[in-house]
């Protein structure tokens, strides 16, 4: 699964957009895809197919309502998670309902960020630094359209209620963390 801040978001769907005009993010999940199969070649000795669920690909955004309620099983069928990380991410609703949905049902026990400048580099790989961060509530933040929020809600109040892993906390915002690594390029940390 991909977390990412919409860079155009609008509430009407013809003008809003995931990417920016120069494509920035497509480029730089091309150089994950890139960094990711090089890791598992390295780890487990073969290339890897890999595929993403991305919200703008996979859900009608014409008409979101009917996939609102399938986000959970959505990201349970996803066995990564890369959160894209721009300066405003962790105060998005979405951006913080993603790595919730994450932490409750996904089997990873960890996610990968990455920053919007991420490339690739053979000659200085690295496994990235591990970091600990804080499960936010959703509500308490933004949402570029008002109505989301009661929309996430009951998905929200799903996840204060499911037996979670033995190995994790129960949801507590503020409290819970998840283990992520930063990937580090040329001695500098993807996220600063």
Excluded at 76 to 105: G, M, N
């Amino acid at each position: 699964m991909v977390s990412h801040r919409w860079l155009r978001p609008r509430l009407n769907s013809n003008e809003a957009h995931l990417d920016s005009i120069d494509n920035q993010k497509v480029k730089v999940i091309n150089e994950f895809i890139k960094w990711r199969r090089h890791l598992v070649t390295l780890i487990h000795g073969f290339v890897p197919q890999i595929f993403y669920w991305i919200d703008f690909c996979c859900i009608d955004q014409y008409d979101i309502g009917p996939a609102i309620p399938l986000l959970p099983l959505w990201v349970a069928c996803c066995e990564r998670f890369l959160r894209i990380e721009t300066p405003d991410y962790s105060k998005r609703a979405w951006c913080r309902l993603e790595p919730l949905l994450s932490y409750v049902f996904q089997f990873a026990n960890h996610h990968t960020i990455i920053r919007l400048y991420f490339k690739y580099s053979s000659a200085n790989f690295c496994y990235g630094k591990e970091i600990n961060m804080l499960i936010l509530d959703p509500l308490e933040d933004k949402s570029t359209d008002p109505n989301d929020l009661a929309r996430i809600k009951p998905i929200i109040d799903l996840t204060k209620t499911i037996q979670i892993e033995k190995r994790r906390e129960k949801v507590d915002f503020g409290k819970a963390t998840i283990k992520c690594f930063f990937i580090i390029i040329k001695n500098k940390l993807v996220h600063e």
